[in-house]
């Protein structure tokens, strides 16, 4: 089966397709022929190698994490999806192979599609909805009354973000750029600042939570947009970053919760309609590699970019 691969760190022109051959299916494991894979930043961050010190040595490694498909084969174990159910999930970064025909996944990180999303739609949310989940839901603990400002507010994570924290009764603001200001107000964000017009939303008002999806704001600039009892929410760590986050009450790391309690109520959530992804591109499996490279080097695409398996 083909995939998208490489044989050492680097940029784009590090990709190529290649044959692999799946491993022999475990107890826990799902085989999935997939439809549709999402392209998430970190994906090409993995091939760049930011997270080399994590992963094993070996050579080629497979690209792509978040994909939905049908289920060709399950292991002994598996009870929670059947051959033939459509499915989405994810699986872990050092194991990625998404950007595939057939994927194998754990068992814990397949949950079934949400019948009113596409394969392609379903395929966009894992990793941005579940690192939503644990910066909005999680990490500032979005209630009724709550406020929460978004960074971002238009990108796959924020634009999760903005959805979870109204469906848990907050209410929202944030920044975007602007050709996302439309979608972002249709949304709820209210009020949206430009991303340039940083004096406004830094003197203006003090709010719950402050999550930064694009590590751009700076901790002190988050800080000070706080209210006493308020929390700073970061998911683009540096190694500062890191030590403050494990020290400090206001400022947190958040990272993709991985599993298939957090993968089930976003389907759920789903389901209702309201969590719903942007879809921007579909392009051809074929074209993986240079759809890759233009999502990785731009300009800025609106909405998530997918790559659709032939059925
Ligand atoms: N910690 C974790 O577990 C975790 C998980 C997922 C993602 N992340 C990180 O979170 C960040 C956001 O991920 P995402 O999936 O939401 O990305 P995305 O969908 O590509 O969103 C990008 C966002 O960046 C904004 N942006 C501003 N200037 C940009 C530029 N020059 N080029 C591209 N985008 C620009 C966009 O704003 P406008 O549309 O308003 O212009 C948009 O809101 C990435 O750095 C990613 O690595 C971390």
Same mark, same amino acid.
């Given at each position: 089966?083909?995939?998208v691969?490489? !044989?050492?760190?680097? $940029? =784009?022109?590090?990709?190529?397709?290649?044959?692999?051959? %799946?491993?022999l299916?475990?107890?826990?494991?799902?085989?999935?022929?997939? *439809?549709?894979?999402?392209i998430?930043?970190?994906?090409?961050k993995?091939?760049? $190698?930011?997270m080399?010190?994590f992963?094993?040595?070996?050579?080629?490694?497979?690209?792509?994490? !978040?994909?939905?498909?049908?289920v060709?084969a399950v292991?002994n174990?598996?009870t929670?999806?059947?051959?033939? !159910?459509?499915?989405?999930?994810?699986?872990?970064?050092?194991?990625?192979? /998404?950007?595939?025909?057939?994927?194998?996944?754990?068992?814990n990180?397949?949950?079934?599609?949400?019948?009113?999303?596409?394969?392609?739609?379903? /395929?966009?949310?894992?990793i941005?909805?579940?690192?939503a989940?644990?910066a909005?839901?999680?990490?500032?603990?979005?209630?009724? &009354?709550?406020?929460?400002?978004?960074?971002?507010? /238009?990108?796959?994570?924020?634009?999760?973000a903005?959805?979870l924290?109204?469906?848990?009764?907050?209410? @929202?603001?944030?920044?975007?750029? =602007?050709?996302?200001?439309?979608?972002?107000?249709?949304?709820g964000?209210?009020p949206?600042?430009a991303?340039?017009?940083?004096?406004?939303? +830094?003197?203006g008002?003090?709010?719950?939570?402050?999550?930064?999806? +694009?590590g751009t +704001?700076?901790?002190?600039?988050? %800080?000070?947009?706080?209210?006493? !009892? $308020?929390?700073?929410?970061?998911?683009?760590p540096?190694?500062? *970053? %890191?030590?403050r &986050?494990?020290?400090?009450?206001?400022?947190?790391?958040?990272?993709?919760?991985m599993?298939?309690?957090?993968?089930?109520?976003i389907?759920?959530?789903?389901?209702?309609? /309201?969590?719903?992804?942007?879809?921007?591109v579909?392009?051809?499996f074929?074209?993986? %590699?240079?759809t890759?490279t233009?999502?990785?080097?731009? =300009? *800025?695409?609106?909405?998530?970019v @997918?790559? +659709?398996?032939?059925?």
């Amino acid at each position: 089966m083909r995939r998208v691969q490489y !044989d050492r760190y680097g $940029g =784009p022109a590090e990709m190529h397709f290649g044959e692999f051959d %799946l491993p022999l299916l475990g107890r826990n494991h799902v085989r999935v022929a997939v *439809r549709a894979a999402a392209i998430n930043p970190f994906d090409w961050k993995l091939r760049q $190698g930011a997270m080399k010190l994590f992963m094993n040595r070996s050579f080629p490694k497979g690209m792509g994490t !978040d994909s939905a498909g049908v289920v060709e084969a399950v292991g002994n174990d598996v009870t929670t999806v059947r051959v033939g !159910d459509e499915v989405f999930g994810t699986m872990d970064f050092k194991k990625s192979g /998404a950007f595939a025909e057939q994927v194998t996944l754990d068992a814990n990180l397949v949950a079934k599609k949400p019948p009113q999303l596409s394969f392609a739609e379903a /395929a966009c949310l894992p990793i941005p909805a579940m690192t939503a989940w644990a910066a909005v839901v999680d990490r500032a603990r979005a209630r009724p &009354g709550s406020s929460i400002f978004v960074n971002g507010c /238009a990108g796959a994570v924020g634009s999760s973000a903005v959805q979870l924290a109204i469906t848990h009764g907050a209410r @929202v603001a944030g920044t975007s750029g =602007p050709t996302s200001m439309a979608s972002a107000s249709a949304a709820g964000v209210q009020p949206i600042f430009a991303y340039s017009n940083k004096s406004a939303y +830094l003197n203006g008002e003090k709010f719950d939570a402050v999550f930064d999806t +694009l590590g751009t +704001l700076g901790v002190g600039d988050g %800080l000070s947009m706080l209210n006493p !009892d $308020g929390v700073f929410v970061d998911i683009n760590p540096t190694a500062p *970053r %890191l030590i403050r &986050g494990m020290v400090s009450r206001r400022y947190k790391l958040a990272f993709a919760t991985m599993g298939i309690k957090h993968l089930s109520a976003i389907a759920e959530l789903a389901c209702k309609g /309201a969590l719903r992804p942007a879809v921007g591109v579909e392009a051809r499996f074929e074209d993986a %590699l240079s759809t890759l490279t233009k999502a990785e080097l731009g =300009p *800025r695409l609106s909405g998530k970019v @997918v790559l +659709l398996m032939k059925t």
